[in-house]
Structure formats: structure tokens, C-alpha cells
């Protein structure tokens, strides 16, 4: 095509770690790029846990995208809602009807926990992917010590202090461990008439092991961990119901007021948007350019893109997977402009990380796997790295100090209503 | 009476300054302490605005109750909605039908925001009284510059970038001064399509003068100071009408998407709770040991009473005052348990102090004024020194800092629906 006559548009759907390096690449080039997001922030999602557990506050792991790319002149933030992609017309359509050309579209909208087909069981089993679902679990945690401490009846005190979590990858590995720390540290010392250290965490997996994704020892070492932490794990059990109240493991049921979802994510709506069929968890195929099969204007990357890797892998769904994808796919926008073809994408996996609670954590690094207290200081040290923000990365290497140092959370506030669902 | 049976229980409502502070004096007597608010944290209420202009997260000037009295073994920390008091059965009743028998009740339940009658205009202008206030307040402000961002027309692009506050107290002069700011350093250059400098401030006031309870001439600072900065000061004005989307003044109408109420408070419905008649602000008349009249087991303090100071004016409603009031209240019960009689409360007024914005402030010590780059330096001291929590000061400073030398803002997140009203 030829660009000579106007910039070639390149709209870039979502800010999460995909479309945030999406952008970057493309900062200096001769393109007229717009970011559209639905939240005016971009969330290092792989923190958000601890706001869920009251050790960090939201704006610690979050960042205004429009002053992230404040000094790039050719990029253009948006706060919208995706309604559809019109492939014909090459534009996005927002739900406020505004319409947005493009020459390159580069759909980077992540995914979001996923019931399998039990959507009413959300209400009762909230996930965790969003800033208001860490502040909405931080709620219903915190509150429940608070209405058992004032609970006369011993069984509904009891449902009050169990903490079902169904799902046992990293994000339930996470919750698991710091619920019980949170019980047995920062609150254990607040109450009169509850025991917080009396309160029962069970992590819950449908499969044979902890962190599916890991090699089995470090599965093991979680499950060992957990379990002297004081967590109960059930493996190989499936949760079968889901209520305000309690879940049902088959014939078993477990009462309990709060309940967390960490069970499966499916793709963001983006194979309907562009109507293609996804798989089975929503992502969309992409070709080994991260573009859509049959149209080469339309890149999908992150967690909503089906992207090949090895031994018939897909890509896997973690941060540093999709900052390399939205990389990738800036690369071959630049390139298809200037003419060439561009290299096909190769993902370099680095490894995976797990903390399980204070002190201790799993690191994968293919030949190099780590535990306990080491991987715990490559988890946090790399995290902190990560972290986008000078501020931010300060702010929370205090908060951590301050929780470390005195075994108390940082941020124990009840916002919202003050009622259990 | 004789409580060598048993200890005599205290109940104190409310967990702000005058609350915390009474707690805090019976902590080693012999009595049974019941502390109940309707949120599990204290909020450091004279740094809200900062909250609500994106300085500081929500955790930065708020404790969990419980973690501040872990260690004060006879005091029950309580959630709860106060329902009524009984006075004849010496009991507090909550909204969930709990009840609280006491021997001596502090109520220290505050202000609210109060619209005189026109509480239909609370959705169109809130107030800033609680956390929740705040980010509300703050997910406004920033929404309106993001939608302005995509507005086409220039009609509505200009009412999103007004933003009225009625009322020049304190609350209303901090607010323009922090939302013009916000306007000219930390967004300025975030945008493309608008300039956030461009945006209106307008600080109406009812009365001739801004701080009315400042001296003239610090008032008149105050005054200049906001012009200087770009704030549009209204005196001898009076909001006829506040509905989304604008407020009349008289005949006038001044479009603007974002409306803050910094006009007046309320008193808590203590009054209604004890069965008397508040004044017109609907606080407590209480006596010279803030005292109901007609009760001596039941105390009224902070800014729910009506505390005879000199000349015939009222204790002010600051946070100073209201912990003085705690205080006294509790040792007034010590004293009455003794069998001795209290010396009456006697307030000692240390000073006012107001920040108009980034290094400047006014200070009003009585025979010492202080206005400027001095006064916002104490200013400044005083808030970090009387905030509660190590941590906080150390977070809170740095944050600080960062917003000092970068001009950037801290926490710009909209949470929440991103709809405007």
C-alpha cells in the first residue's frame, strides 16, 4: 500500500502489558498511533493479589497510560469500550459510537476468569483480574474476620472464618498463602473473641497437582509449603457448586462466606469483535506473525491470541510472553510498512515464578529451578523490577519493608458497603 | 454507684479524632471499652482533599481501627451502624439489633455535608466528608478531562473542563487550589486534543470573604493567592441551584460537569439517637464537661457538640478540637467513676491553618499570622507529624515528594464506572 499521502494509523486495543509494548515500539516511528483502553490505568496484574490481600493499595501497582506516553507525541490515549471491529471498514467501534480508522489494528485485550459455562456462579466466587475485583475480594476478606468477631453462633462463625479458594495455579498458590499469613500475622493480634489463626484456608484443584505449569517437584514443594503454613489443599477435586455461602465438592459441602475464583481464564470477546471462532478458551489463532489468519492488518497478542510455540505449546499466558507478543507485532506493523517481511516471532520463555507466601516461593528456569527463600528474593527483586513506575517501585519496596519488618498489613480498609453479600 | 461488682463499661461511638482520643485515654483505666464506627479504619480527615485531587491513595490517610488498639487489652473494637440510643435501659442499639448496654456513652460521631434543605442536590455536587467521598470526587475530576479529551463539541468540552466547589472554607479554598494544579503541572501535558490548563475553576462563596474563620487580611491573602493561580473567586454568591451539568447563581447559569459541595455541615443525627433537639447545625448542647444536660452519663464531643468556648462562641470543628473533647470526656468519666468532680473542659485553641495550594498556606496562631511559603511548611509538618501511623507519615511524605519534584500527580486512577453522572 502506499502510505506517501497521510501516516498509517495504527490503533492499539488495550494497555495491559501486550498493548503498553506495543506502543513503546512504535513511539518513534512515522505512525499515528491510538491506544484504546477501558480504564484510564494499566494494572501490573501479577501484584494485584496482594491488594486482594490488603498489602498493597491499588494506585501501588497502577499507572495513568496517558502519562505513560505523555513525551510520545504520535501516540493518542483513549478510555473506551470496545463494541465491535468492522474488518470491511477497517475501523473499531466503541459503545459511545465514536468510530476509529486503522491501517494496522493491534488487538491486545487480555483475558478475564472464566466459570466454564457457570457465569451465576460469579457473584458468590468473585476472580481476580481487575483493580475492583482485588478491592471487592479485600472487602469480603477483611469483613468477614470482622462480622465473625461479633458472631455469637459457633456455626455461622466458622462459615464466617473459611476461605474456599477454587483453582490451584499461581493466582490461587498466591491468595492461599497470603490469606493464611494474613490470618496469622497482621490480624492475629486485632481480635477479642475470635482466634484469626483459627480461620481455614482450602485450595481447591481439580487436577493431580499444585501450579500445573511447573515441573512436578516444585509442585510438590508448594503443596509442602502450603500445608506447614497451615493451608489445606484438595487435589484432585472438583468444586460443584458454587453459592453465597458455601461450595459443593460432589457430596461434600463446605460452608464458607468467602469464596475465590482462580479456576481458568477465558480470552477477552475479541473473536466475536472480529468474527472469527476462538478455541476452546476464547483465544483467537494467530499466524507466526501474531496476525489473524486472513487478514494481515489485524495482529492479536497476549492473552486473547492462540499463538504456536513449541511441541504444539501454545505461548503461555504470562506477562513477559505478552510484552514480547506486542513487541513483536510493532516490529512487523513497522516492517510491513517499509516494505519488508518481517522475521517471524520466536518466544523466548525466561521462566516461571510463584511466590507462595512470605519467604518462600518457586522459580522455573528450565535447567535452573529454585525454591524457598532464594526463588522468594528472585520473585520480589524481579517484580519490583518490572514494576512500571519509579514511584511505584519505591512506594511498594517500602510497603513490603514496613509489612515485613512488623508483621502488619499495610492497607486493612473496608471500602464499600459494609454488608456480606 | 458502685462498681466494685464489676467494671463499669464505656461505649464510645465513632472512631474519629474525639473517639480515638478518648479510647486512647481509658486504655489502662479499669473499664470496659467498646469503640464502634461504621468503617474498620480512622481517616485522617484534613488530608481528604488530597485524596479526592489524586495526591494520596485512600490507604495513605486511613488505620484499621483494631491494628491501633491491638494492644489495648480493654477495648472492644466494633463495625456497626448505630440504630438509636436508649437512655433509659443505658443502651446503644446498631441496625443489625445488637445492642451495647453501657455505664457512660461518648458519642463522637462527627459532621456530615449538608445541603440546608436541598439534599436533592447531593448526586449533582457531593461532598468530602468520608474515603468513599473522595474517590468518587476524584473519579470525576479525571473522567471529565478524559471525556473532554473525545468531546467534539466545543459547548459540552467546556462544561467538562468547569469545575465549580461551592463554599470558600477550608475544604473549598484546598479543592480549587488543588484542582487548578492538578490542571496546570501533573495533567498538562498528558493530552493531545485539550489543554488541561484551560480549565475553570470557580470557588463561589456565599459570604464576603473566603476562610471566614481566619482573620481578614489572611482571608484577603487567600483571595489573591487562588487568582494568582488562576481559580475564579465568587464572593457575596449564592448558589440558587446545583443538577448535573451546571449551577445557578441567581439569574445565571454556569455550565460545568463537576460540582463539589464545600458549603456546610451537618452534625451525626446524635440529637435525633438522644431524643433532644440540636441546634440549627443539629449538634448537641452539652455542658461545661460536654455533658448532656440532663444526663450525666452520656458525653457529646467533636463535631457533633455544641461546646461553649468564649465570647459566646462554640469549640471550632477541627480535628484539635474534637481530640481535646475526647480527652476530656475521658478523664471526666475516670473522674465520676473516682467519685471525684471533674474540672470543666477548657479549650486551648492552638490556631488555624488552611493550604491553598503547592507552597502556599495560611497560618492563623492568634497574635503569630503567618501566610505563604512558611505557613505551608508548617502546614505541612503538622500534617505529617499528627498523622496516625508510622508508616503513613513515611508514605505520605514520599508521595509528597515525588508529586513535589516531578509535578506529577500520585494516584490518577479512575475507579469505579467510567459514565459520568
Given at each position: 500500500m502506499n502510505f506517501r499521502e497521510k501516516r498509517p494509523r495504527v490503533v492499539i486495543l488495550g494497555a495491559g502489558f501486550g498493548g503498553l509494548s506495543a506502543a513503546t515500539r512504535l513511539g518513534r516511528a512515522d505512525v499515528d498511533v491510538t491506544l484504546i483502553d477501558r480504564q484510564n490505568y494499566h494494572v501490573f496484574q501479577p501484584l494485584l493479589y496482594q491488594v486482594a490481600t490488603a498489602t498493597l493499595s491499588p494506585a501501588d501497582i497502577a499507572?495513568?497510560?496517558?502519562?505513560?506516553?505523555?513525551?510520545?507525541?504520535?501516540?493518542?490515549?483513549l478510555l473506551g469500550n470496545v463494541a465491535g471491529i468492522d474488518?470491511?471498514?477497517?475501523?473499531?467501534?466503541?459503545?459511545?459510537?465514536?468510530?476509529?480508522?486503522?491501517?494496522?489494528?493491534?488487538?491486545?485485550?487480555?483475558?478475564?476468569?472464566?466459570?466454564?459455562?457457570?457465569?451465576?456462579?460469579?457473584?458468590?466466587?468473585?476472580?481476580?483480574?481487575?483493580?475492583?475485583?482485588?478491592?471487592?475480594?479485600?472487602?469480603?476478606?477483611?469483613?468477614?474476620?470482622?462480622?465473625?468477631?461479633?458472631e455469637d453462633d459457633d456455626e455461622r462463625r466458622r462459615e464466617l472464618l473459611n476461605f474456599v479458594i477454587v483453582?490451584?495455579?499461581?493466582?490461587?498458590?498466591?491468595?492461599?498463602?497470603?490469606?493464611?499469613?494474613?490470618?496469622?500475622?497482621?490480624?492475629?493480634?486485632?481480635?477479642?473473641?475470635?482466634?484469626?489463626?483459627?480461620?481455614?484456608?482450602?485450595?481447591?484443584?481439580?487436577?493431580?497437582?499444585?501450579?500445573?505449569?511447573?515441573?512436578e517437584d516444585l509442585s510438590a514443594f508448594a503443596r509442602t509449603t502450603l500445608l506447614r503454613m497451615g493451608v489445606e489443599v484438595r487435589l484432585d477435586c472438583r468444586v460443584t457448586h458454587c453459592a453465597p455461602g458455601g461450595v459443593e465438592i460432589g457430596e461434600e459441602r463446605i460452608g464458607a462466606r468467602t469464596i475465590i475464583w482462580a479456576a481458568g481464564v477465558e480470552a477477552s470477546p475479541a473473536a466475536r469483535w472480529l468474527g472469527v471462532t476462538g478455541d476452546r478458551a476464547g483465544r483467537v489463532a494467530v499466524?507466526?506473525?501474531?496476525?489473524?489468519?486472513?487478514?494481515?492488518?489485524?495482529?492479536?497478542?497476549?492473552?486473547?491470541?492462540?499463538?504456536?510455540?513449541t511441541k504444539g505449546r501454545l505461548v503461555p499466558g504470562i506477562a513477559p510472553a505478552a510484552k514480547q507478543?506486542?513487541?513483536?507485532?510493532?516490529?512487523?506493523?513497522?516492517?510491513?510498512?517499509?516494505?519488508?517481511?518481517?522475521?517471524?516471532?520466536?518466544?523466548?520463555?525466561?521462566g516461571n515464578l510463584a511466590t507462595i507466601g512470605r519467604k518462600s516461593a518457586v522459580v522455573d528456569f528450565g535447567p535452573v529451578r529454585l525454591k524457598g527463600l532464594l526463588a522468594w528474593?528472585?520473585?520480589?527483586?524481579?517484580h519490583i523490577y518490572f514494576l512500571i513506575g519509579f514511584r511505584n517501585r519505591i512506594i511498594v519496596m517500602m510497603q513490603w519493608m514496613w509489612a515485613y519488618v512488623t508483621l502488619r498489613g499495610g492497607v486493612r480498609l473496608i471500602t464499600g458497603s459494609t454488608k456480606l453479600p
Open positions: 499507572v495513568p497510560i496517558r502519562s505513560t506516553f505523555r513525551d510520545q507525541k504520535n501516540t493518542n490515549v474488518r470491511a471498514r477497517r475501523e473499531v467501534t466503541l459503545d459511545d459510537d465514536r468510530r476509529f480508522p486503522y491501517d494496522y489494528l493491534i488487538v491486545a485485550t487480555g483475558a478475564r476468569h472464566a466459570y466454564f459455562g457457570r457465569d451465576d456462579w460469579e457473584p458468590a466466587a468473585p476472580g481476580l483480574k481487575r483493580i475492583e475485583d482485588a478491592t471487592e475480594i479485600r472487602r469480603r476478606i477483611l469483613l468477614a474476620f470482622e462480622k465473625a468477631e461479633t483453582g490451584g495455579g499461581p493466582t490461587g498458590v498466591e491468595m492461599a498463602g497470603a490469606i493464611i499469613e494474613l490470618a496469622r500475622t497482621a490480624l492475629v493480634r486485632d481480635f477479642r473473641h475470635i482466634d484469626p489463626s483459627s480461620a481455614r484456608v482450602l485450595l481447591v484443584e481439580a487436577g493431580p497437582r499444585l501450579l500445573p505449569t511447573f515441573p499466524d507466526e506473525n501474531l496476525r489473524l489468519i486472513d487478514d494481515a492488518r489485524i495482529f492479536v497478542v497476549g492473552d486473547t491470541a492462540a499463538a504456536p510455540w507478543m506486542g513487541d513483536h507485532a510493532a516490529r512487523a506493523v513497522l516492517a510491513d510498512i517499509a516494505g519488508r517481511a518481517p522475521a517471524p516471532f520466536s518466544y523466548r520463555h525466561r528474593l528472585i520473585w520480589g527483586a524481579a
